[in-house]
């Protein structure tokens, strides 16, 4: 069953800001250019490579990703951007596409340096989701790739939609130089379910012993049994 999120923005900004992207249009060129296979000098073989593991693919292609407003350039240590957006009207919007956070708030946490910021993303799109779902907000799945990792949480989008939601930032990357260009995704969300779960421990049973090893010997001997059988 098919479900909606809805993206708001102040109308002054539609059309302004980069639009958030369902992720599986949102794939980096380095996903999209490697190969699905390569040789293995450990096994002297051509093995598959991530390419072809549907699970770390459906991360990264599930969900939504919220973009940078606008371009960041970072040049020894140093942030600075040109963002001309229009005025505000009824409703007033950060106009940067950082801010920061003192490292006391990470005080305790491997985080926490103190001669170092925690950057925030400024998203300018408010986010409502269906009754009964929160959002799961969280660095761009398998993106090793950009020089920060943004935080994950939790908010009740259902009911708490009608605000921004921010993005707190680590920005690891200490030597990075360059241009981190407009559009480039700053946080992923999922949608989820919330539900109440307990956890229940368990033995095998003969029969569930029996599946296990037909099907971890089903694998053994092809590929694309998960793809194939149980990919949903």
């Known amino acids: 069953m098919s479900q909606t999120l809805t993206f708001r923005c102040p109308e002054e900004l539609l059309g302004v800001l980069p639009p958030p992207v369902p992720a599986a249009t949102g794939l980096p060129d380095w996903v999209k250019s490697m190969p699905p296979q390569a040789y293995s000098s450990v096994n002297a073989r051509m093995d598959d490579t991530v390419k072809r593991c549907p699970p770390f693919i459906d991360a990264m292609t599930s969900g939504f990703l919220l973009p940078l407003i606008c371009d960041l350039k970072v040049e020894n240590g140093e942030f600075s951007w040109d963002n001309d957006l229009p005025p505000g009207g009824s409703v007033a919007f950060a106009r940067s596409p950082i801010g920061f956070h003192d490292a006391s708030q990470v005080t305790g946490t491997p985080l926490f340096e103190p001669d170092r910021l925690l950057i925030k993303f400024h998203n300018l799109w408010t986010i409502e989701a269906p009754d009964g779902y929160s959002l799961l907000f969280t660095h761009p799945a398998n993106r090793f790739d950009l020089p920060f990792t943004t935080l ?76 194939k059988q149980f990919r949903a």
Do not use: M
Not at 168 to 175: G, I, K, Q
Not at 181 to 207: H, I, M, N
């Open 152 to 227: 994950t949480g939790i908010v009740d989008s259902d009911s708490y939609h009608d605000n921004w939601v921010h993005f707190r930032a680590h920005w690891h990357d200490v030597n990075f130089t360059g241009v981190l260009p407009k559009g480039t995704p700053v946080a992923q969300c999922y949608a989820v379910k919330r539900d109440s779960w307990e956890l229940r421990t368990a033995a095998f049973t003969p029969e569930e012993a029996q599946r296990a090893h037909d099907l971890s010997n089903a694998i053994y001997r092809e590929t694309g049994v998960y793809r």
